[in-house]
């Protein structure tokens, strides 16, 4: 039996792993294929494209977008985009701006509750990322403010907490539009932990959205279910992941979670057919 792991997150955004380190233990777990998709960045995708190619794993570069809907955060992968399209450069620059002056208005957040925390700080520890929530926690747990990363989120940093404040990213259909520019694949993330999606999926389809990521570590077996079928319904692509984080919450899931390789062969197809289409 062959394996993929389609949803990976490295030191360009908010894992602790390098693109080496990826491939390296996909290799050691015997994974066939991979995609890093980090949030907002494609930075890690060059260097890991060609450490896999030197092992003989299948690759896709992706990104993982961050979305805004009126329910709040959703985000959508996009597999075999072209990394060098200019208006996804453009994209991805703004979202790394938007996320730095999100992060800084949360430093003051967290400077007035008493724990003293500068954009400078977060940044040393971003180290050139795309900056994000979980930098902020890791901060928090420095300056022992909180224990690990679940008491940050809990106490301070997720929706409706004291600190939290909320980024700008575009509209799921502008992303969508985007990554089919670009010449990949847009696939929904994840839709059962984000609140409200499930049902938000017919949408998303009528945007655009090419398939939707079922097979995930905090999917309960219900929501695998639900977001088979709908997949099935709408002859969308099926695809999963570990969603990794290296060793940010706790053990690395690289490895351990892991799909049919048959869903990246699917994924692969469905992309060929629609380069042969609009070529
Ligand atoms: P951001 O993109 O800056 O809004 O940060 C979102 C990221 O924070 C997600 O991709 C997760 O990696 C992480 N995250 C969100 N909620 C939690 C939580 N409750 N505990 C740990 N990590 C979380
Ligand atoms: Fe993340
Ligand atoms: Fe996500
Ligand atoms: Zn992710």
């Known amino acids: 039996m062959k394996y993929c792991d389609l949803h990976i997150h490295s030191v360009a955004s908010d894992g602790t792993f390098t693109p080496e380190q990826i491939v390296e233990r996909a290799r050691i777990f015997g994974l066939s294929a991979i995609a890093i998709a980090d949030h907002d960045s494609i930075d890690s995708v060059a260097q890991a494209r060609s450490c896999a190619r030197e092992f003989g794993i299948d690759f896709i570069d992706a990104v993982e977008l961050s979305t805004s809907t009126l329910e709040g955060r959703l985000h959508i992968l996009g597999y075999f985009i072209d990394p060098f399209y200019p208006p996804l450069v453009e994209l991805l620059k703004k979202l790394f701006i938007s996320r730095r002056v999100r992060i800084e208005e949360m ?32 901060h928090l747990i420095n300056i022992r403010a909180v224990r690990d990363i679940h008491e940050a989120f809990e106490k301070y940093l997720s929706w409706g907490r004291p600190a939290y404040v909320k980024k700008w990213a575009p509209l799921p259909a502008e992303s969508i539009a985007i990554i089919h520019d670009a010449g990949g694949l847009a696939v929904v993330a994840h839709p059962g932990v984000t609140p409200h999606m499930m049902e938000r999926l017919p949408e998303l389809i009528e945007m655009g959205a090419d398939g939707i990521e079922a097979y995930y570590p905090r999917h309960t077996q219900e929501d695998q279910q639900k977001a088979i079928e709908i997949a099935k319904k709408h002859n969308l692509l099926i695809t999963g992941g570990s969603d990794c984080h290296g060793t940010r919450r706790g053990e690395p899931l690289l490895g351990i979670f892991k799909v049919r390789y048959e869903l990246f062969e699917k994924l692969r197809d469905r992309w060929s057919e629609r380069k042969a289409k609009s070529a």
């Open 107 to 138: 430093c003051k957040n967290l400077t007035a509750l008493g724990f003293q925390s500068t954009i400078e700080e977060i940044e040393k520890i971003s180290n050139g990322a795309a900056i994000g929530r979980p930098h902020l926690a890791e």
